[in-house]
Every structure is written in C-alpha cells, then in structure tokens.
C-alpha cells in the first residue's frame, strides 16, 4: 500500500486498515468475478443479465466507495463502471488506483489450482514484511481452488495475524511447517 491510512475503532486497540482493506478487496474482488460470469454465461438471456447487473450497479458503487475509504484512496463514480467493463481485470486497475499494488499483473491474479505453484507463491510473500504480503496472501488464498485441509489450516492462522492475536513471525514460523508439511504430503501421492 502507498500510503498509510489508520482506521480505528473503539473495540480494537489496533489500526484496523488492513483489515478493512483486506475484507473490502475480497468483496469488490468477487463482484468483478460475478460481473464476468453474468457477461460470459451465453445460457443467460439479455433480460436476466440486464436484471442483474442492475443489481450488482449499487453493490460495486458502495463496495469500490469502501475500499478506497479503507486503502485512503481517491474514489469516482467511474470506479464503480470499470468494474461493470472489465470484471476480474478491472479488479487489477482499481488496486492500481488506490495504492495496494503498483501494476497490474494479470498472470498472477489467475486461478491456483496447481499446488507446487501455490506453494511457492506463498513462500515468495512469507519473505517478506508483513505489509502488503498479509494482504497477499490472503487473496492468494482466495485464488486457490486446491482443497486441502492444512491450506484451510493457513487461512485461519492468517486470520489470527489480521485480528492481532499473533505477531507476523510467528505467522511464518508455523505457515512454512504448513507448507512444508503439504509439500511433503503432495510427493506420497
């Protein structure tokens, strides 16, 4: 992130931007995701995606509204139409515009469905501070269809780093015995 935004609340004694960010991004993530799945589907007649996308208008203008609130960010109401254009790609430029990631990088916000690839993603933002990568992580989370339990297992412990319950290098302690532990249970396959 760019710029440091502090958001605070009476029941946290802690800066709650990240976590704001990080639940906001998921959602304006998974609006653009439904906008292309509503423009993809040919099985969809005209009438109901006009229908749902009418619904989904108001949604991505709060949503895109919260998320540049959370990351500090200019908003515009043309924000809320990049995503009705673009859907997942759209996501891309408006993280670009409110400071979470510098460029787009399509080739790394596509689906995870290989484990080893997974593995050394995560491992790649396990390198580094806490800020962004906590927020990386999560949406590489959010990016992965691979079901495994110690993968649900990183999620949780990741949620502990977002709420303050642990610290950031206690947080990569136990996520590089997680992946190592996958790791090893993926080569007895």
Request: glycine share 4%.
């Amino acid at each position: 992130m760019k710029k440091e935004n502090e958001i605070r609340s009476s029941r946290f004694p802690y800066d709650m931007a990240p976590w704001c960010i990080q639940k906001m991004s998921r959602v304006v993530e998974e609006l653009a995701r439904i906008v292309e799945i509503v423009n993809d589907k040919e099985s969809i007649t005209e009438e109901i995606r006009e229908e749902m996308l009418f619904s989904l208008y108001p949604a991505i203008y709060d949503a895109t509204k919260m998320l540049s609130f959370s990351c500090g960010a200019e908003w515009s109401h043309t924000d809320r139409d990049i995503l009705l254009k673009g859907g997942d790609l759209a996501f891309e430029e408006l993280q670009v515009k409110y400071g979470l990631i510098d460029e787009t990088q399509d080739k790394d916000r596509k689906r995870i469905n290989d484990i080893n690839e997974f593995i050394s993603v995560c491992r790649g933002f396990l390198q580094e501070n806490r800020s962004p990568n906590r927020t990386f992580i999560h949406e590489l989370l959010g990016r992965t269809r691979i079901k495994e339990p110690l993968i649900d297992c990183l999620g949780d412990k990741l949620e502990r780093v977002t709420m303050g319950e642990i610290e950031w290098s206690e947080f990569v302690s136990e996520a590089l015995v997680l992946l190592s532990d996958i790791e090893r249970k993926q080569n007895r396959k």
